[in-house]
């Protein structure tokens, strides 16, 4: 009977052992977040952080297609009081980011409720443009940060040498 009781406590150790070893390997990228104050409003990102391995993704994507904006799992922006991006007011909640290329230099993000391979026009709960830059310096994985100054917050991405941001407020 003790044997078969080790045996069973094995197989469950190797079983879960097993199942975690899954679950990280599914996920395929280090996670990443940000945070900050907005006003009233947290603010968090929760997001995949792809690696370049040689690659220029930004430079792949072709004006109109949407970039899912992270990797493995979505992008989420989480909130606990309503934002606004542009004159659009997103009520607090948790939604999926993307962005996308509107014509060479010109992007904008998304804010949505639909992950990148369901998402479509009717989706889109606010858009808001994205500065773009250059840097000199190199980003291997991808990094999103997130900083607030008093009502005024601002989501930067950098990845490679291309930089992106896009500006949110907190909602009066």
């Known amino acids: 009977m003790k044997h078969l009781a080790r045996t069973g406590l094995s197989l469950s150790a190797v079983l879960l ?7 990280l390997l599914a996920q395929g990228n ?13 603010v968090s990102i929760d997001y995949g952080r792809p690696s370049l391995n040689g690659r220029d993704p930004l430079n792949l994507i072709k004006p109109g297609q949407v970039w899912r904006l992270g990797a493995s799992a979505p992008t989420t922006l989480d909130t606990d009081q309503d934002l606004l991006f542009g004159s659009t007011r997103v009520p607090k909640g948790k939604y999926i980011l993307l962005a996308q290329l509107v014509e060479p230099g010109k992007w904008v993000l998304l804010v949505s409720n639909k992950a990148f391979n369901e998402y479509g026009p009717s989706a889109k709960i ?5 500065k773009v830059d250059n840097a000199q ?10 900083s607030g100054h008093q009502n005024q917050g601002k989501i930067e991405v950098a990845w490679g040498s291309s930089r992106l941001a896009a500006s949110f407020s907190a909602a009066p």
């Open 17 to 23: 052992f097993s199942l975690a070893a899954t679950v």
């Open 137 to 146: 310096d190199s980003v291997e994985e991808m990094v999103i940060k997130l």
């Open 126 to 130: 606010a858009e808001a443009p994205m």
């Open 30 to 42: 280090p996670r990443g977040e940000a945070k900050a104050t907005v006003g009233s409003a947290h």
